[in-house]
């Protein structure tokens, strides 16, 4: 089960404290795996790729074909992301949020350098069954698409598959169609990702009958609920960019591209309501829980209090012949000792017969 560590999030937020806004600061998890740039530029007949060790190397590229993708792996170096604005007028406070890999998934304008720009979240399990999370900064100018992510992944390889291969509609396509496919396949592994995490909940609401009263049902039922918030994090914002991006006005997105932000919309709608049903799920689980514990506490105390009421009249005779007054001539019979134990064992069988005629147990 994942652990959202709050704590370690607050503290990496703390190294920015003081620092004038637009200040590049990696807010992550550091690394040493090495930075990597591929520069994808194609049109309808050809594909060219490369790696670059500088972005700057991109300027010859620009507008020599009919889109150009560069692709940016790993933001443990500042420098790198420092070129973007240099190269492509990202203005700073962008760079600040793609450096911040705690930030909140939103869509932002440039109308001075003409661009949009777009950070969200990559969710997925890894081969242990746990989910992780990646922040993803998408930029989209006038003929060129820049995707940073802060690791690196299979997020957008069966995009660059369609690219090479020429499959679908985005090499007929221009940079606008190629960031709202990005986009879509974010998207679509949310889905993978909620069906994934859907399945675990069915397979505990089973568990949960069958072991109502196990201890470690608790804890499972807390990683679900701590999963949960990591993912609703992730994908609630969602819905806000994607309805933003439609209803914007820009000449950046042709006329034709809004049949695909209109889809793109859907779907993030479609994540937020089965973000409600595993809401519900678990909310239902939380209170079914609950519910069995204080049953099976009410069971516990009704047979306690059942023996205690059994009790009370024998401890009441037992009493009685305990008090050694002299004269109580029943003492002295041979068989009181019998009697007394046939009495308490009468007075027993009786609350129960009665205990059990008025279905009280």
Request: hydrophobic letters at 45%; aromatic letters at 10%; one cysteine or more.
């Amino acid at each position: 089960m994942v652990r959202i560590k709050l704590k370690s999030i607050f503290k990496r937020r703390a190294a920015k404290t003081g620092l004038p806004p637009g200040s590049l600061v990696y807010v992550g998890t550091p690394n040493n795996e090495p930075v990597q740039m591929l520069l994808m530029e194609y049109n309808l007949d050809a594909v060219r790729e490369a790696m670059l060790q500088q972005v700057s190397e991109i300027k010859n590229a620009l507008g020599k074909t009919q889109v150009t993708w560069l692709s940016i792996v790993g933001l443990q170096r500042t420098d790198v992301i420092k070129q973007l604005e240099e190269t492509f007028q990202v203005h700073a406070m962008a760079l600040e949020d793609i450096l911040n890999t705690d930030h909140r998934p939103k869509l932002e304008t440039n109308t001075e350098n003409n661009y949009l720009y777009v950070v969200l979240k990559n969710l997925y399990y890894n081969d242990l069954k746990e989910l992780q999370l990646e922040q993803v900064s998408l930029i989209l100018g006038t003929g060129y698409v820049v995707t940073v992510q802060e690791k690196a992944g299979t997020a957008f390889e069966n995009i660059r598959l369609r690219v090479r291969n020429g499959h679908g509609r985005v090499r007929k396509m221009k940079e606008d169609y190629l960031f709202y496919a990005l986009l879509d396949s974010i998207l679509d592994s949310y889905f993978v990702v909620l069906d994934k995490f859907n399945d675990k909940l069915e397979r505990f609401e089973e568990q949960l009958i069958e072991r109502q009263y196990d201890p470690d049902m608790l804890q499972h039922l807390y990683d679900l609920q701590r999963e949960y918030l990591l993912i609703r994090k992730a994908l609630w914002p969602v819905r806000d960019v994607t309805y933003t991006l439609l209803r914007l006005e820009t000449t950046l997105a042709a006329k034709g591209i809004q049949i695909y932000l209109k889809d793109l919309h859907d779907s993030a709608v479609q994540t937020a309501d089965v973000l409600e049903t595993c809401r519900d799920m678990l909310a239902n689980m939380v209170n079914h829980y609950h519910s069995h514990l204080t049953q099976h506490m009410n069971a516990v105390m009704k047979v306690l209090t059942i023996i205690t009421t059994i009790f009370i009249p024998l401890s009441f005779v037992v009493g009685v012949y305990g008090m050694n007054f002299k004269h109580m001539p029943e003492l002295e019979w041979q068989f009181a000792y019998p009697m007394l134990m046939l009495l308490l064992l009468a007075i027993a069988l009786a609350m129960l017969v009665f205990f059990r005629r008025r279905r009280w147990i």
